[in-house]
């Protein structure tokens, strides 16, 4: 008979315990045992046909445990054996912690096959530990707990019941936290889905997973419930909650995976997710055929490969992608028309290849795998020459590669021992052991050699002896003597057969990896062996992928080479027979290499005077492991095979999960110091020298200025609603944002070097924001380490950004993407919080793309104004912050001696005051003088950095009226270089005043007006000044200027808002507003007038800071509605009404109307979203805009990109179509 339940409520535990509180019934758990049963005799057919076997365990575990309750069913009514009861009890008790465990590992295995790890908040790497460790906790406490209640002793049984419910409580939990991780990645990888993603059923298996977690997370609660209820509970002695809430559950769930079977995972990440991409590839195989023809030389190679690498590709979806890029890389070297889009397929086929070939090193290599990981190192290493070559192709004016590409060249070919050493037991076996041969030396046949390349040879190896360092010598004299041996045996097998590629390019192979690294570091002697050897490679230049390869090698090498031996190089430069005359040089450099006249063809004159005929293209046996071409990422092997070890930085790590920056192959320099900087610049980029100020000179390639048609934000729903869209904001796909992205960024994985700056955006600790810079050039580091504020070294330690900034300007955009105008690209994403630079290396572009950001973050998120300003502060506190554009006087009338300056360029207005946003200047150079700005003359000092200026070569003096690079020549300084600088450059302070600058050049609007909130808004949403007639062709009088805000370029937001908090702010803090002319007075720039002095301007500033000119009587100016002084100290009173100082020609009131019309004809863009008092501000003529004429858009109307002309932009410069910025100057 059952028991009662006040006997089990007895305190006699023992006493009153029983196995069961019910008849077990029979048909149930045979029911069960077979249903069970027939699903896990269906796990493992599938099981053992896909080889996935992490659900054995919980299979074995719960059709054990029904029959386990079978048996003790048949005992009834008893008495029931120990033997049965623990089996049933505990199998069945922690079968579900075996399948926790099992689909916890599943979605690590999605995330992997997805390629999705940024879509996770916690680091693949530890999601599978965390969950399972959990797990494992969990499992054990349950084991330890159902042990002690099968035990029958009193105390172990108290015990038991609350380890159990311990353990389900940890499950339950884990199981919570897991659902959302999986939930979140779903969002997140639904709306920026990655490459791999598309394809993959990698949501089927999500939903998968949720139906299963959600029907464990069921059966563990009522388990919590049962065992917390204790043996007087309701669900203790009803044996259909078992059979509902735990065997119906996980029979269910164990179907579920049956019907979405998680070996379709295991398999498509032992195939290569990239095998669903192959439809739309296999349409390039034609093209890929004839590719691999035109590679094999000899009837053995031929048949390597148009038979046996192909037919290796169809097992081996890696290397057809290989095979695929190869040939889109043939298609774009054939068909120069369509070399773009081609270049764009091969990146994508490029990329997977790789990452493949990558994962596949990272495992012991199995015979299987042979083949084709060392086919696949032979296309890879191909693909590099070729792009190498293409370059020229790409940029026609650049006939060299860079050194910083010579080397990664040299350790691509060098990674070919590390290939062969891993694969040669299976491919000298087999048919691929033809392409081998390229590293067998044949006898040495000295005597074909020319007498003058033998005393080439002669005079390498009395350079290499004369060096200092032993150790140095030793590895340039084996490098001069492997370098002659590879002449002797190709001018050798030239005469017999066709001549390999391997006998060339085995000199790199065989190179130390400390022989490369003096080349990197522009060693003379081994740059000029490495010179003869890019000679050498002119033998090949027959092959489409090894075209020009000589010449850019070779130039590349002597454009590094310091001048004194450019004498080495004069018998090479005969035989490469290149002009280097016409490559871009930077103007302090006095050597020049170039041809002698009547150079002659080394092919020609030097191989034995043997015919060329006999030359064919092979297989180039030294291939690629490490590094690849140009846009896709790269991993180095260490010298020995194997990678050591090491422990990596917070920023290596967070840039490596992050960005999928390879810190095993490239080295990120983390917040260097200015001379380590100043260091690498002279280093690694050609022009870059030291001025005799002691600024760093540097150049911007061919944007010498910021490019604003090109700037886009990310249209993503968290802020498409607040953004200012137009032509000031350019809308850009997610999905175009994560091509230039991973553009950007596979960019950063080719160099051998990165810079990482972290520093702050705003003074105030408050409000500041943290920005990380990750780039290519010392240069920008450089510049950027001056513009943020300078982190302590505490603050550094553990610094994690706010924003990111992946500059790399170096490498195009594709202009054929979606959207893109041209090879230049300036996006922000606001969801990712991060900015991408592409197609241009003007610095400018990171210190503005900050800006645009706090235009967004600042309004939208904290309530605080941005202002594109410059501010100082009186001894008093009295605060006056100024707005004005190129040309009004801004930062001379702010860098006033009697106060001090927060800050040149860009602030923000808080709760708590004005502070700066930026740690450094960023002033214009042109005309720079001691006498006209001796601020920023003394700025431009060690530590500060100068754009694209020209200097003299021997005395390294700068010349700042030359304009031949740009007019808008630069310099960024640390804001401490300026004298009277407030430090830390925050206010506590409101301001007192705001001066709205203008240069009116029609000498109609008044020196000085004072103006009232609406007045206020009007004026600053307009943000007027003039261009001067002749500064461009067309231009024949004076041309009105709006730049809304002051700031149009940088808005993110509709105008209006800008104005409305400002607005606010004055209100609240009783601040009087000023519009201040530096202009004309007397007439128009071009009838006679004459610009206000700068005594008299400098006069008004101190009685707007004395108080003075606040109480002074007004008079009201018609037309624009102002209100005018009638006197002001120091300053004539004829000069403040325009009216009554005008001396024109022309009619007075026709000129005001003149400019009153500009102004609302340009305010009409913006008049849907102005109020009617704002709306009354503007000059009463018949053109005032009113609210009815206003467009219906987002403040801006179709034709505005004509009517409203970017007023940073300077005019194309030296042919170049890039626009310049024109920062505030002196007056």
Same mark, same amino acid.
Not at 440 to 453: D, F, G, K, R, T
Not at 535 to 540: C, F, H, I, R
Not at 697 to 726: C, L, M, Q
């Given at each position: 008979?059952?028991?009662?339940?006040?006997?089990?409520?007895?305190?006699?535990?023992?006493?009153?315990?029983?196995?069961?509180?019910?008849?077990?019934?029979?048909?149930?758990?045979?029911?069960?045992?077979?249903?069970?049963?027939?699903?896990?005799?269906?796990?493992?057919?599938?099981?053992?046909?896909?080889?996935?076997?992490?659900?054995?365990?919980?299979?074995?575990?719960?059709?054990?445990?029904?029959?386990?309750?079978?048996?003790?069913?048949?005992?009834?009514?008893?008495?029931?054996?120990?033997?049965?009861?623990?089996?049933?009890?505990?199998?069945?008790?922690?079968?579900?912690?075996?399948?926790?465990?099992?689909?916890?590992?599943?979605?690590?295995?999605?995330?992997?096959?997805?390629?999705?790890?940024?879509?996770?908040?916690?680091?693949?790497?530890?999601?599978?530990?965390?969950?399972?460790?959990?797990?494992?906790?969990?499992?054990?406490?349950?084991?330890?707990?159902?042990?002690?209640?099968?035990?029958?002793?009193?105390?172990?049984?108290?015990?038991?019941?609350?380890?159990?419910?311990?353990?389900?409580?940890?499950?339950?939990?884990?199981?919570?936290?897991?659902?959302?991780?999986?939930?979140?990645?779903?969002?997140?990888?639904?709306?920026?889905?990655?490459?791999?993603?598309?394809?993959?059923?990698?949501?089927?298996?999500?939903?998968?997973?949720?139906?299963?977690?959600?029907?464990?997370?069921?059966?563990?609660?009522?388990?919590?419930?049962?065992?917390?209820?204790?043996?007087?509970?309701?669900?203790?002695?009803?044996?259909?909650?078992?059979?509902?809430?735990?065997?119906?559950?996980?029979?269910?769930?164990?179907?579920?995976?049956?019907?979405?079977?998680?070996?379709?995972?295991?398999?498509?990440?032992?195939?290569?997710?990239?095998?669903?991409?192959?439809?739309?590839?296999?349409?390039?195989?034609?093209?890929?055929?004839?590719?691999?023809?035109?590679?094999?030389?000899?009837?053995?190679?031929?048949?390597?490969?148009?038979?046996?690498?192909?037919?290796?590709?169809?097992?081996?979806?890696?290397?057809?992608?290989?095979?695929?890029?190869?040939?889109?890389?043939?298609?774009?070297?054939?068909?120069?028309?369509?070399?773009?889009?081609?270049?764009?397929?091969?990146?994508?086929?490029?990329?997977?290849?790789?990452?493949?070939?990558?994962?596949?090193?990272?495992?012991?290599?199995?015979?299987?795998?042979?083949?084709?990981?060392?086919?696949?190192?032979?296309?890879?290493?191909?693909?590099?020459?070729?792009?190498?070559?293409?370059?020229?192709?790409?940029?026609?004016?650049?006939?060299?590669?860079?050194?910083?590409?010579?080397?990664?060249?040299?350790?691509?070919?060098?990674?070919?021992?590390?290939?062969?050493?891993?694969?040669?037991?299976?491919?000298?076996?087999?048919?691929?052991?033809?392409?081998?041969?390229?590293?067998?030396?044949?006898?040495?046949?000295?005597?074909?050699?020319?007498?003058?390349?033998?005393?080439?040879?002669?005079?390498?190896?009395?350079?290499?002896?004369?060096?200092?360092?032993?150790?140095?010598?030793?590895?340039?004299?084996?490098?001069?003597?492997?370098?002659?041996?590879?002449?002797?045996?190709?001018?050798?097998?030239?005469?017999?057969?066709?001549?390999?590629?391997?006998?060339?390019?085995?000199?790199?192979?065989?190179?130390?990896?400390?022989?490369?690294?003096?080349?990197?570091?522009?060693?003379?002697?081994?740059?000029?062996?490495?010179?003869?050897?890019?000679?050498?490679?002119?033998?090949?230049?027959?092959?489409?992928?090894?075209?020009?390869?000589?010449?850019?090698?070779?130039?590349?090498?002597?454009?590094?080479?310091?001048?004194?031996?450019?004498?080495?190089?004069?018998?090479?430069?005969?035989?490469?027979?290149?002009?280097?005359?016409?490559?871009?040089?930077?103007?302090?450099?006095?050597?020049?290499?170039?041809?002698?006249?009547?150079?002659?063809?080394?092919?020609?004159?030097?191989?034995?005077?043997?015919?060329?005929?006999?030359?064919?293209?092979?297989?180039?046996?030294?291939?690629?492991?490490?590094?690849?071409?140009?846009?896709?990422?790269?991993?180095?092997?260490?010298?020995?095979?194997?990678?050591?070890?090491?422990?990596?930085?917070?920023?290596?790590?967070?840039?490596?999960?992050?960005?999928?920056?390879?810190?095993?192959?490239?080295?990120?320099?983390?917040?260097?110091?200015?001379?380590?900087?100043?260091?690498?610049?002279?280093?690694?980029?050609?022009?870059?020298?030291?001025?005799?100020?002691?600024?760093?000179?540097?150049?911007?390639?061919?944007?010498?200025?910021?490019?604003?048609?090109?700037?886009?934000?990310?249209?993503?729903?968290?802020?498409?609603?607040?953004?200012?869209?137009?032509?000031?904001?350019?809308?850009?796909?997610?999905?175009?944002?994560?091509?230039?992205?991973?553009?950007?960024?596979?960019?950063?994985?080719?160099?051998?070097?990165?810079?990482?700056?972290?520093?702050?955006?705003?003074?105030?600790?408050?409000?500041?924001?943290?920005?990380?810079?990750?780039?290519?050039?010392?240069?920008?580091?450089?510049?950027?380490?001056?513009?943020?504020?300078?982190?302590?070294?505490?603050?550094?330690?553990?610094?994690?950004?706010?924003?990111?900034?992946?500059?790399?300007?170096?490498?195009?955009?594709?202009?054929?993407?979606?959207?893109?105008?041209?090879?230049?690209?300036?996006?922000?994403?606001?969801?990712?919080?991060?900015?991408?630079?592409?197609?241009?290396?003007?610095?400018?572009?990171?210190?503005?793309?900050?800006?645009?950001?706090?235009?967004?973050?600042?309004?939208?998120?904290?309530?605080?104004?941005?202002?594109?300003?410059?501010?100082?502060?009186?001894?008093?506190?009295?605060?006056?912050?100024?707005?004005?554009?190129?040309?009004?006087?801004?930062?001379?009338?702010?860098?006033?001696?009697?106060?001090?300056?927060?800050?040149?360029?860009?602030?923000?207005?808080?709760?708590?005051?004005?502070?700066?946003?930026?740690?450094?200047?960023?002033?214009?150079?042109?005309?720079?003088?001691?006498?006209?700005?001796?601020?920023?003359?003394?700025?431009?000092?060690?530590?500060?950095?100068?754009?694209?200026?020209?200097?003299?070569?021997?005395?390294?003096?700068?010349?700042?009226?030359?304009?031949?690079?740009?007019?808008?020549?630069?310099?960024?300084?640390?804001?401490?270089?300026?004298?009277?600088?407030?430090?830390?450059?925050?206010?506590?302070?409101?301001?007192?005043?705001?001066?709205?600058?203008?240069?009116?050049?029609?000498?109609?609007?008044?020196?000085?007006?004072?103006?009232?909130?609406?007045?206020?808004?009007?004026?600053?949403?307009?943000?007027?000044?003039?261009?001067?007639?002749?500064?461009?062709?067309?231009?024949?009088?004076?041309?009105?200027?709006?730049?809304?805000?002051?700031?149009?370029?940088?808005?993110?937001?509709?105008?209006?808002?800008?104005?409305?908090?400002?607005?606010?702010?004055?209100?609240?803090?009783?601040?009087?507003?000023?519009?201040?002319?530096?202009?004309?007075?007397?007439?128009?720039?071009?009838?006679?007038?004459?610009?206000?002095?700068?005594?008299?301007?400098?006069?008004?500033?101190?009685?707007?800071?004395?108080?003075?000119?606040?109480?002074?009587?007004?008079?009201?100016?018609?037309?624009?509605?102002?209100?005018?002084?009638?006197?002001?100290?120091?300053?004539?009173?004829?000069?403040?009404?325009?009216?009554?100082?005008?001396?024109?020609?022309?009619?007075?009131?026709?000129?005001?109307?003149?400019?009153?019309?500009?102004?609302?004809?340009?305010?009409?863009?913006?008049?849907?979203?102005?109020?009617?008092?704002?709306?009354?501000?503007?000059? =009463?003529? !018949?053109?005032? %805009?009113?609210? $009815?004429? /206003? *467009? @219906?858009? &987002? +403040? #801006?109307?179709?034709? =505005?990109? !004509?009517?409203? %002309?970017?007023? $940073?932009? /300077? *005019? @194309?410069? &030296? +042919? #170049?179509?890039?626009?310049?910025?024109?920062?505030?100057?002196?007056?």
């Amino acid at each position: 008979m059952l028991d009662s339940r006040a006997d089990r409520n007895s305190d006699n535990v023992l006493a009153n315990f029983r196995y069961y509180y019910y008849e077990p019934a029979l048909s149930a758990a045979a029911i069960f045992a077979v249903l069970f049963g027939l699903s896990t005799l269906l796990h493992a057919f599938q099981l053992i046909r896909t080889k996935t076997w992490f659900l054995i365990p919980f299979l074995i575990v719960e059709t054990i445990g029904y029959i386990g309750r079978i048996l003790s069913a048949q005992q009834n009514p008893g008495p029931y054996t120990l033997g049965p009861f623990i089996i049933q009890s505990v199998l069945l008790l922690v079968a579900p912690a075996l399948f926790a465990a099992s689909i916890y590992m599943e979605l690590g295995r999605i995330v992997l096959m997805c390629d999705g790890d940024r879509a996770l908040f916690v680091r693949r790497t530890w999601l599978t530990k965390i969950f399972v460790g959990g797990d494992i906790l969990s499992f054990l406490m349950q084991s330890a707990g159902a042990g002690l209640l099968s035990s029958g002793t009193s105390s172990s049984i108290n015990m038991g019941s609350n380890i159990v419910v311990g353990g389900l409580v940890v499950q339950v939990l884990f199981f919570g936290l897991f659902v959302i991780t999986a939930a979140l990645f779903h969002v997140r990888n639904r709306r920026n889905p990655t490459e791999k993603s598309r394809g993959t059923p990698w949501k089927k298996h999500l939903i998968g997973l949720y139906i299963v977690s959600i029907l464990i997370f069921v059966r563990s609660i009522v388990r919590v419930v049962e065992y917390a209820e204790g043996y007087a509970g309701y669900i203790m002695e009803h044996e259909v909650f078992l059979y509902i809430f735990d065997a119906v559950v996980m029979w269910l769930a164990m179907v579920t995976m049956n019907w979405i079977h998680p070996s379709e995972v295991a398999a498509l990440l032992r195939s290569g997710t990239e095998q669903r991409a192959f439809t739309n590839a296999w349409k390039l195989e034609k093209v890929g055929q004839r590719s691999v023809v035109e590679l094999g030389s000899g009837h053995a190679m031929k048949h390597l490969w148009q038979e046996n690498i192909p037919l290796e590709a169809t097992k081996h979806p890696f290397l057809m992608h290989g095979i695929l890029a190869l040939s889109a890389l043939h298609i774009a070297a054939t068909v120069p028309s369509k070399s773009a889009a081609y270049l764009q397929i091969s990146d994508k086929h490029h990329v997977i290849a790789v990452s493949s070939f990558r994962e596949l090193l990272s495992e012991p290599v199995t015979d299987d795998q042979g083949n084709a990981l060392f086919a696949l190192s032979m296309v890879l290493s191909i693909s590099s020459l070729a792009r190498a070559s293409l370059r020229t192709v790409e940029r026609p004016e650049r006939r060299f590669m860079a050194l910083e590409d010579v080397v990664e060249l040299l350790y691509m070919t060098r990674g070919v021992r590390d290939v062969v050493d891993t694969t040669y037991e299976t491919v000298s076996r087999g048919p691929f052991s033809v392409a081998l041969h390229g590293h067998q030396a044949v006898p040495s046949a000295a005597h074909a050699l020319a007498p003058e390349l033998k005393a080439c040879f002669s005079a390498l190896s009395s350079l290499c002896d004369d060096i200092s360092d032993p150790e140095k010598s030793r590895l340039c004299m084996e490098a001069v003597t492997e370098l002659q041996t590879v002449y002797e045996t190709a001018v050798q097998t030239h005469a017999t057969q066709a001549l390999h590629s391997g006998h060339i390019f085995r000199w790199v192979a065989e190179r130390s990896y400390e022989f490369l690294k003096l080349v990197q570091t522009r060693h003379p002697p081994a740059l000029v062996i490495t010179a003869y050897f890019f000679v050498s490679t002119g033998m090949l230049e027959h092959s489409w992928y090894l075209r020009d390869l000589a010449q850019l090698g070779f130039n590349g090498v002597a454009n590094a080479l310091e001048a004194d031996y450019g004498k080495h190089l004069a018998y090479a430069r005969d035989l490469i027979a290149s002009d280097l005359a016409t490559r871009p040089a930077p103007p302090e450099r006095s050597y020049t290499p170039g041809p002698p006249d009547g150079s002659s063809n080394f092919l020609t004159e030097q191989i034995a005077k043997q015919e060329r005929s006999n030359f064919h293209s092979s297989s180039l046996t030294s291939s690629i492991v490490t590094m690849v071409a140009n846009g896709v990422n790269k991993t180095a092997l260490h010298p020995k095979g194997v990678v050591p070890q090491v422990e990596h930085t917070e920023i290596e790590e967070e840039l490596h999960e992050k960005a999928h920056i390879d810190y095993e192959r490239v080295a990120i320099i983390a917040n260097p110091s200015v001379p380590a900087l100043y260091e690498d610049a002279l280093v690694y980029e050609t022009g870059s020298a030291i001025t005799s100020s002691g600024a760093l000179s540097a150049y911007s390639g061919a944007k010498t200025g910021r490019s604003p048609s090109d700037k886009r934000i990310v249209e993503e729903d968290s802020s498409k609603d607040n953004v200012w869209w137009g032509p000031v904001n350019k809308p850009m796909s997610p999905e175009v944002w994560k091509i230039n992205r991973e553009r950007a960024v596979d960019y950063l994985n080719t160099r051998n070097r990165i810079y990482v700056i972290d520093g702050f955006a705003g003074w105030d600790e408050r409000y500041r924001i943290n920005v990380r810079v990750v780039c290519a050039r010392a240069y920008h580091a450089l510049f950027m380490r001056n513009m943020l504020i300078r982190p302590s070294r505490k603050e550094l330690e553990h610094f994690h950004p706010d924003y990111v900034i992946y500059n790399a300007g170096a490498f195009p955009a594709n202009r054929w993407t979606t959207g893109m105008t041209s090879a230049t690209s300036v996006s922000i994403n606001f969801a990712e919080k991060e900015m991408v630079i592409l197609g241009t290396e003007y610095a400018g572009e990171m210190k503005k793309g900050i800006f645009t950001v706090l235009f967004y973050e600042m309004p939208v998120k904290h309530n605080v104004l941005t202002l594109h300003s410059s501010a100082n502060e009186g001894k008093d506190g009295d605060v006056t912050v100024f707005f004005g554009l190129s040309g009004t006087g801004k930062t001379t009338l702010s860098a006033d001696p009697k106060r001090a300056l927060i800050g040149d360029d860009e602030h923000c207005w808080s709760d708590r005051g004005v502070f700066n946003i930026e740690g450094g200047c960023y002033a214009k150079c042109i005309g720079l003088s001691a006498d006209k700005e001796p601020d920023i003359y003394n700025a431009i000092k060690f530590g500060s950095i100068l754009e694209n200026v020209v200097f003299d070569p021997e005395t390294r003096t700068v010349d700042y009226d030359d304009i031949t690079l740009t007019e808008n020549t630069r310099c960024a300084y640390p804001i401490e270089y300026i004298e009277n600088t407030k430090i830390p450059c925050v206010s506590s302070n409101h301001p007192t005043n705001i001066v709205l600058l203008t240069c009116d050049a029609r000498g109609v609007l008044p020196p000085i007006s004072k103006l009232n909130t609406e007045q206020t808004m009007f004026h600053f949403i307009s943000g007027y000044t003039s261009k001067m007639a002749g500064t461009e062709d067309g231009v024949n009088e004076p041309t009105a200027t709006f730049s809304s805000c002051f700031a149009q370029p940088f808005l993110a937001l509709h105008p209006m808002r800008y104005a409305t908090m400002l607005a606010k702010f004055m209100s609240e803090h009783k601040v009087n507003a000023w519009l201040l002319n530096t202009g004309w007075v007397g007439a128009g720039a071009t009838t006679g007038g004459k610009r206000c002095p700068l005594k008299y301007t400098r006069a008004i500033l101190d009685a707007i800071h004395s108080g003075e000119l606040a109480k002074a009587e007004y008079e009201t100016y018609e037309t624009f509605n102002l209100s005018v002084p009638k006197s002001c100290p120091n300053v004539p009173d004829e000069v403040l009404n325009p009216a009554k100082a005008w001396t024109g020609s022309t009619d007075f009131t026709s000129e005001v109307t003149k400019l009153a019309d500009l102004f609302n004809e340009n305010f009409k863009k913006y008049s849907d979203q102005a109020t009617p008092e704002v709306l009354a501000a503007a000059p =009463q003529t !018949k053109s005032a %805009p009113k609210k $009815e004429e /206003a *467009p @219906q858009s &987002n +403040g #801006t109307t179709e034709s =505005q990109e !004509k009517a409203e %002309p970017q007023a $940073e932009a /300077a *005019p @194309q410069q &030296n +042919g #170049t179509a890039a626009q310049t910025e024109t920062a505030p100057s002196s007056s």
